[in-house]
């Protein structure tokens, strides 16, 4: 579908000043399909992925449909969601703000009542609202749909997802014959094609293919990877491009879980949805999210749907999703109108055939590529640490150390030798040190950060981390890899017991009789710690530390398996 301008769709005069003012430039694929019989007075069933621009191309319409000296509900616009309706009211207020006399507002679940009840008693005449709300509003009287002249269904799968089923049906049957009817939505599932035959009057449908939009917008990749990799795949993925802004997709409630703990057990600012999540704890995380008060959503695709977010600079495909409309639905929250977004899909074993047969179906625009390596995430944290220094040095905001590096010269060190120096105990002690997660909750501190053994439920990981800190990217510990012949044992305990790296090899050296080199990396976070053994050793480590005290805590030692990183791939 071509695009087009919008002023050959004989919009009025205040309309096209108010989509001038948004900075909307020329009508999407979806605009521009929809518009003409919409505005023409046609049924319209309009289809095309999450971020296309399906409101506008519905509530342009409807605007110029309401007649302003009249003062009844006109216009019936429902949705899924309170966020969506919100939204929506939100794009309606702006491109009706230069329509004197046309007003518009939200009714959802959670709102008072009694402001409800003055709005549309003051007569507005577009009314945005979610399906339970409305019909609620219609059994006290309070909503009248006599002078209905058009409704709107946006987001129907979602709506028809949610249950709202019958609330709909009880709505639109008692909506004026007249009316003119608009359904909206990503995908068309057999329910709505339903809905669709019984409430709409001979509807011109309109489809805008998912490549057809995706193509130029969302850069796709997949990787090939092993199942067991995939969470050092995802870390390393983030760091190379420092996202700071994504969601991450599984398709479990336990994955979710899962590689929510892993996540914030490494440093990373994240939080989780799923159906388990209560609906006000889910409202919350949402709300968080939307505000950028942490950087990864980890989310199954039920849960992520009542999310209205599309600005992301990231989605990954943990998971493969089932079919190609969910992958579209799923990679159409990134890449939104005009700025580039980024979709990165793992698929391991057999999902490559189904990932294959995606992409021949919907025409996706998916490459593939290499995992990268641990030397190119060293060399973009080497890159960040080079860009903060550069700028402390150019802002002139230090302490300067002048006495203590004259010092230094004099006894005949190379100033490059200091900073080499310098900046190799700056890594060291990233190693050793993990960024302090703010208030870790002790579900996700005090277990393994191998899942195997743990209960389903997988308690308040970080849910409750209200203030999530902005990781410093080259603080973060570096897992750079175990050498060969090893393995990375788990031990509960951490900083919060003030165990050094030294207590650890003292311990182990002096249970086992084993050498020092018997021992590697050692990553000590708040409750735990992980340290790299060799693999001939473990299992008498293993058995010889077991229970013996550490700072007053009694070991727990396990082979952590999920965080035994692959080498290099
Ligand atoms: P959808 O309902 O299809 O998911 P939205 O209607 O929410 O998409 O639009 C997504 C974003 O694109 C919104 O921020 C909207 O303001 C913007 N947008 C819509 N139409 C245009 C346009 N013609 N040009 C530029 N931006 C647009
Ligand atoms: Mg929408």
């Given at each position: 579908m071509e695009k087009r301008r919008f002023t050959e769709f004989g919009l009025s005069p205040e309309s096209l000043k108010a989509i001038d003012k948004m900075g909307f430039e020329e009508a999407s694929p979806i605009q521009s399909a929809a518009l003409p019989p919409a505005l023409a007075g046609r049924d319209v069933v309009g289809q095309s992925s999450t971020g296309s621009g399906k409101t506008a191309a519905f509530a342009l319409p409807a605007i110029e449909r309401v007649d302003p000296h009249q003062r009844s509900v006109q216009v019936l616009v429902l949705c899924p969601t309170r966020e969506l309706a919100?939204?929506?009211?939100?794009?309606?207020g702006k491109l009706s703000q230069f329509k004197r006399g046309v007003h518009c507002v939200p009714i959802y679940g959670g709102q008072s009542y009694e402001r409800q009840f003055r709005a549309l008693a003051a007569g507005v005449q577009i009314v945005i609202g979610t399906p339970g709300r409305v019909m609620d509003h219609m059994e006290r009287g309070t909503l009248k749909l006599d002078a209905l002249r058009m409704a709107v269904l946006d987001e129907a799968d979602r709506m028809l997802d949610m249950g709202f089923r019958d609330d709909i049906e009880r709505i639109l049957s008692q909506a004026p014959e007249a009316r003119q009817t608009l359904f909206f939505s990503a995908t068309m599932p057999k329910l709505i094609q339903q809905l669709i035959r019984d409430y709409a009057k001979d509807p011109e449908w309109v489809k805008i293919e998912p490549h057809a939009q995706h193509a130029p917008k969302v850069d796709q990749v997949y990787f090939e990877v092993e199942r067991r990799s995939k969470l050092e795949v995802l870390t390393r993925l983030i760091d190379l491009n420092d996202f700071r802004y994504g969601i991450v997709f599984c398709s479990t409630k336990i994955m979710v879980d899962e590689l929510a703990e892993h996540l914030h057990v490494r440093g990373y600012s994240v939080d989780r949805l799923h159906g388990d999540i209560s609906q006000a704890q889910r409202t919350r995380v949402m709300e968080k999210f939307r505000d950028r008060r942490f950087e990864f959503l980890i989310a199954t695709d039920v849960a992520a749907r009542g999310l209205d977010i599309d600005d992301l600079e990231v989605v990954f495909n943990f998971d493969l999703p089932n079919d190609a409309e969910d992958y579209t639905h799923?990679?159409?929250?990134t890449g939104r109108a005009?700025?580039?977004?980024?979709?990165?899909?793992?698929?391991?074993?057999?999902?490559?055939?189904?990932?294959?047969?995606?992409?021949?179906f919907a025409k996706l625009k998916i490459r593939r590529e290499n995992v990268p390596s641990l030397d190119q995430v060293e060399e973009a944290r080497v890159n960040v640490f080079f860009e903060k220094l550069r700028s402390v040095l150019e802002s002139g905001n230090y302490e300067r150390q002048d006495r203590l590096v004259d010092r230094l010269l004099e006894q005949g060190y190379a100033s490059t030798d200091i900073v080499s120096a310098l900046i190799a105990m700056r890594n060291q002690d990233d190693r050793s040190a993990a960024p302090e997660p703010a208030r870790p909750s002790p579900a996700a501190e005090a277990k393994p950060p191998r899942a195997e053994h743990r209960p389903a439920d997988a308690g308040d990981a970080p849910r409750d981390r209200e203030t999530a800190p902005r990781r410093e990217k080259y603080a973060r510990p570096a897992r750079t890899g175990r050498e060969p012949g090893m393995v990375t044992l788990f031990m509960n305990v951490g900083r919060k017991q003030l165990v050094t790296p030294a207590d650890i090899v003292g311990k182990v050296a002096g249970v086992t009789r084993l050498p020092a080199e018997t021992i590697g990396a050692i990553d000590i976070h708040q409750r735990h710690l992980l340290v790299d053994v060799a693999e001939e050793s473990a299992p008498l480590i293993m058995e010889k530390l077991r229970g013996v005290r550490v700072k007053g805590v009694p070991l727990e030692v396990s082979l952590a398996r999920e965080t035994a990183l692959p080498d290099d791939e």
């Open positions: 919100v939204q929506v009211a939100e794009e309606f799923r990679i159409g929250r005009g700025r580039s977004g980024r979709a990165f899909t793992f698929v391991s074993g057999r999902e490559l055939y189904k990932l294959q047969s995606m992409v021949r």
